[in-house]
């Protein structure tokens, strides 16, 4: 695991590293394939393989660059208290309650502070898997969340590429998510793929089909998600 201190977008005198003006093929997500590759968490990684600056939007929101305040730092902690100061106490942020679902914790957090309120948050857990009879073990994102009124700022692509790029550095290949239909468009512009067919997770009263859309993103160049049936073989995340 990485440094758990902040990442910042911004260098104190150096301007900031979030260019608004950046060509859409440079931002996070969206790079072309060739001279270059884009790796996890947003990172333009040379031919060479040195892994160049991430760029990150700077979009502004009164008056405020995301960047200029918005250093991703792994919390201690993300329990009821973190989600409320985070949605202002909505009981289901996310609209998956209808589901039915029980959902496992995850084991690592990173969040988003400005001006003292946390305001954004992403997690992890690593998450055992078995897809055409072959067990992996992948990263499970989950708890993606952004306040209220800091939506439409990039935040949410900040903590997904950061939860991403810790779980690269612990040795993992592949993340997974479960989302609503409408979520798809968020994370496909972050680099990810949907799963197509059944997804099967376990609950505490047996192995259910995953009535959610299952995406997955490569963590290192040159990862794919395995062909065949997809069962998690935990409580989904
Ligand atoms: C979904 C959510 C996390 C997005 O947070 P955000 O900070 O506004 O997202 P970002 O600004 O990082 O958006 C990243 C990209 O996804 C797009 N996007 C954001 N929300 C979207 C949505 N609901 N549907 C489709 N695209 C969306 C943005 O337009 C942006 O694309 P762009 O780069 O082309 O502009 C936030 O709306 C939220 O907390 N919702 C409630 C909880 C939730 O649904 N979490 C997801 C559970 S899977």
Known sequence: MGSAGPRRHCRPGRGCRARRDRPRHALPGTGPRGA???GPAGREHSAGGKVQESFVRARKLDGIPACSAAPVTELPRYADAERDE????EPDPAGVAGTGLTWRSKEKHFGIRTRGRLVAHAGFVVVP?????????????????VAPDQRGRGLAQLVV???????REVGLQLGLLFCRPDRLPLYQRMGWSPLEGDVRVEQPTGTVTMP?????TPLHDGARWPSGPVHVLSLPM
């Open 129 to 145: 898997v078995s897809v055409g009879g072959t067990r992996l073990q992948v990263a499970g994102l989950g708890g993606v969340l």
């Open 86 to 89: 985070i949605s202002g106490g």
């Open 36 to 38: 270059g590759t884009r």
């Open 212 to 216: 959610l859309r299952s995406m997955w």
């Open 161 to 167: 590429t950061t939860a991403m790029e810790h779980a």
